[in-house]
């Protein structure tokens, strides 16, 4: 859930701050990025070189920290930056300074300047008493009110030795939270939406035992599919010949060729909202397939191509308002021009561009490297990522499209 994702951790001074560097590695080992923000009685509980060592990063705390380009803009590129904000331990004076919209040190700068949308995830750590007192309880119900969610402390024994409520989830707790809002987001997504993915290669008869196609395993498509269902979203697949399995929740419909491809997908263009084409559709077929085997009578032979039908092309230019369309465009050199061409030629709403290298990125290998650009003229460079992982981006980048 937390592959890729930017998690901003605000740590706050409190005794709980010792256990931090421990969530920190959790979420490194979970694959996240974490940029440390902590307050200056934060770093009087635990060591800076610690927080920077597990997060390999340098820990932030002062507002004029400029960022890699030399800016002075740290706090607005990471408010930008974040996916979600996590704050452990938050103490009465962060809770304090959130609620009324501070921003006299980075992370309360921070906040203020997070998107609007991003989860942030307070865990408020502190003496039984401070935590009961109105004026926490105020400030607590404010930042509810604004949309943080708020993870109770526990009861146990505290700091000042008294025993009580106040002290702060273990960092598996937390972790676990923070998982789980992130889930919760992304099966509630696509909610009640439609979303049509062709995958895969296609097969074009060449005769009776031979056929044209392609390397593509279908792998990226099959993510794509997996990820919109667990979003939430009605997915019907229409897949080339591949070997892998349907993913959970989804309508598979098989296919060998192009033609049959956009045989399958057609009667589902109208009842759908969003049309994924990732298949490697094959351009051309040959004109006059063979029944049954060719012999080998001759020294050569022409075997003549003709074009084939273009299904996403006729899905986007045949479409119905508030329909999107998305494309892939795979390129084994350069190729941004290409994708840019195809966003405009075949009218669509954003195109993954995929540089084929034959290791890492393109047909068959578990991972991607994408730079998604989009109608409005964004370009999204995304790293090397798993396919599941790149494919959870894809459909974060189409959440965000404004709606045509
Ligand atoms: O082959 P091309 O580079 O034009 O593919 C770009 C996009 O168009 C891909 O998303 C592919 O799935 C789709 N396509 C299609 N039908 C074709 C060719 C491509 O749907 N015949």
Do not use: C, W
């Given at each position: 859930m937390l592959t890729g994702k930017n998690i901003l951790l605000g740590i706050?001074?409190?005794?709980?701050?010792?256990?931090?560097?421990?969530?920190?590695?959790?979420?490194?080992?979970?694959?996240?990025?974490?940029?440390?923000?902590?307050?200056?009685?934060?770093?009087?509980?635990?060591?800076?070189?610690?927080?920077?060592t597990v997060s390999q990063m340098p820990v932030l705390d002062d507002i004029f920290t400029a960022d890699a380009d030399g800016e002075r803009t740290m706090h607005i590129s990471l408010g930008e930056w974040a996916d979600a904000l996590v704050v452990a331990p938050a103490t009465a004076n962060t809770l304090a300074r959130f609620s009324s919209g501070l921003c006299d040190n980075m992370l309360s700068l921070s906040f203020v300047t997070l998107r609007p949308g991003k989860p942030v995830l307070l865990v408020p750590a502190m003496d039984g008493y401070m935590y009961d007192s109105p004026s926490v309880q105020r400030n607590l119900s404010v930042l509810k009110a604004q949309g943080c969610r708020v993870l109770e402390p526990e009861s146990g024994p505290l700091a000042s030795g008294q025993c009580g409520l106040g002290r702060m989830p273990e960092p598996e707790t937390i972790f676990e939270a923070l998982s789980s809002i992130f889930a919760a987001?992304?099966?509630?997504?696509?909610?009640?939406?439609?979303?049509?993915?062709?995958?895969?290669?296609?097969?074009?008869?060449?005769?009776?035992?031979?056929?044209?196609?392609?390397?593509?395993?279908?792998?990226?498509?099959?993510a794509i599919a997996a990820a919109a269902a667990r979003r939430g979203a009605t997915v019907r697949l229409v897949s080339g010949p591949v070997t892998l399995p349907t993913p959970p929740g989804v309508e598979r419909i098989d296919v060998e060729s192009a033609a049959e491809m956009l045989e399958a997908a057609r009667p589902l263009f109208d009842g759908c909202d969003l049309f994924i084409g990732a298949a490697a559709v094959a351009d051309y077929?040959?004109?006059?397939?063979?029944?049954?085997?060719?012999?080998?009578?001759?020294?050569a032979m022409v075997i003549r191509l003709v074009r084939n039908p273009d299904i996403l092309a006729e899905f986007s230019t045949g479409r119905k308002p508030g329909q999107l369309a998305v494309g892939f465009a795979l390129e084994t050199a350069g190729g941004l021009e290409y994708a840019r061409k195809k966003l405009t030629?075949?009218?669509?709403?954003?195109?993954?561009?995929?540089?084929?290298?034959?290791?890492?990125?393109?047909?068959?290998?578990?991972?991607?490297v994408l730079t998604l650009l989009g109608r409005d003229g964004s370009i999204t460079e995304l790293p090397l990522l798993s396919k599941e992982e790149a494919a959870g981006r894809l459909l974060d980048a189409i959440e965000k499209l404004p709606p045509r």
């Open positions: 706050s001074g409190g005794i709980a701050a010792y256990k931090t560097p421990h969530l920190v590695r959790l979420l490194k080992k979970a694959g996240a990025n974490v940029r440390v923000l902590a307050t200056e009685s934060a770093l009087k509980f635990v060591s800076e070189l610690s927080l920077s987001r992304e099966s509630a997504a696509l909610e009640g939406r439609t979303v049509v993915v062709t995958a895969g290669p296609t097969r074009e008869k060449i005769d009776g035992v031979r056929f044209l196609s392609n390397y593509s395993s279908g792998k990226m498509g099959f077929r040959p004109e006059a397939p063979v029944e049954g085997k060719i012999k080998k009578n001759e020294a030629d075949k009218q669509l709403d954003l195109v993954a561009f995929n540089i084929y290298d034959g290791s890492r990125s393109g047909f068959e290998v578990d991972t991607n």
